[in-house]
């Protein structure tokens, strides 16, 4: 047997390996325009293969992050493999681009069942848990095989009524790859910070990542209006079987019309449309404490039915002192927000 590890510089190549990858286990994160994205934005990236006898049987997607406090390779639901025994041979080629780089550490969050086993992969090569977790880590997922009436009908009572309320109440519903839409979802980004106090998106964050992924047919911006007034909007993505509530905002302005309900059933009718059998509702609570930050948005994504989907929490491989204070600063992030 021989193993090869050789970067991956073919789009085809790399989309058609994930192809063979269960639709729980990828992401957008994973895909070829994640890593177009990322280097739109700026940052350096890397695409390694792992070939086992000349076949290609393993994937990691870096990204070089530069922070104030200093340099780490990030690995955003990545590697993927399919011998997870060959994870050492992998992590060599990342561990030389660290060095290369002079990184203080590297960050992954692999796209796996949170498992024992699976943490021991990564315990075994010197991983540690992060301080803080990264993306989505605790995902609610809806299977979108079953028909509209069936979807419905496993909806929250109050999800069900909310949809048709804004139906009835004239809520309209449209969607677009027009990078200027994203001026609307700006506006209303606005008043969602105002109200919950995140750090926003910039423009050309959300703009750059609409182009990247909209040339493929693989992003969209919905938007529910009422009488020509945005009320609600969201950047989905669309990739590999999967859709994916990434950024949501929305406004206050006519509460009573339930407008992010409506908005996310178009969403689900326009995956199934694309021929999605799974859509991603994004990170939710991982508890029912009504105190948390997200439990409202908890709330409103299980209304809809499904499922939790918890994937490994991220692993951090220290490679220098300078790892220590990004460890401290992250932790006490973590906790002044109580998550």
Avoid at 81 to 94: A, G, Q, R, T, V
Wanted: positive net charge; glycine residues 4%; hydrophobic residues 35%.
């Amino acid at each position: 047997m021989s193993l090869e590890i050789k970067p991956i510089l073919s789009s085809s190549i790399w989309e058609d390996y994930f192809q063979e990858v269960p639709l729980n286990e990828k992401t957008f994160l994973s895909s070829w325009n994640w890593g177009e994205f990322n280097q739109k934005m700026g940052d350096k990236i890397w695409r390694l293969g792992l070939y086992q006898n000349s076949k290609l049987s393993g994937t990691a997607q870096i990204i070089k992050i530069k922070a104030r406090r200093g340099t780490f390779l990030f690995l955003p639901h990545s590697p993927h493999l399919k011998n997870w025994s060959h994870w050492p041979k992998l992590l060599e080629e990342i561990r030389k681009i660290a060095r290369q780089e002079k990184a203080a550490f590297i960050r992954l969050s692999p796209c796996l069942p949170r498992l024992p086993q699976n943490l021991k992969i990564f315990q075994k090569t010197g991983f540690r848990p992060s301080p803080i977790h990264t993306h989505a880590e605790y995902t609610w997922n809806l299977d979108l095989k079953p028909d509209p009436e069936t979807i419905l009908k496993n909806m929250r009572k109050t999800t069900r009524y909310c949809i048709r309320k804004a139906q009835k109440e004239g809520v309209t519903v449209t969607y677009s790859s027009n990078p200027q839409n994203i001026e609307v979802y700006l506006s209303l980004q606005k008043e969602t910070v105002a109200r919950h106090g995140y750090v926003p998106f910039s423009k050309k964050f959300l703009r750059t990542q609409l182009e990247t992924f909209a040339k493929d047919a693989q992003a969209a911006l919905f938007i529910a209006h009422y009488q020509k007034q945005p009320l609600a909007a969201a950047l989905v993505m669309f990739w590999q079987g999967s859709s994916f509530y990434h950024h949501g905002s929305s406004s206050l302005s006519h509460p009573k019309l339930q407008a992010p309900y409506l908005l996310q059933w178009e969403i689900i009718l326009e995956a199934q449309r694309r021929g999605c059998t799974l859509h991603n509702f994004w990170g939710i609570s991982e508890s029912d404490n009504p105190h948390h930050p997200w439990a409202g948005l908890t709330l409103f994504k299980k209304g809809f039915g499904g499922s939790a989907y918890p994937i490994l929490h991220s692993q951090d491989l220290p490679l220098s002192l300078l790892y220590w204070p990004t460890w401290i600063i992250e932790r006490l992030r973590r906790t002044k927000r109580h998550l």
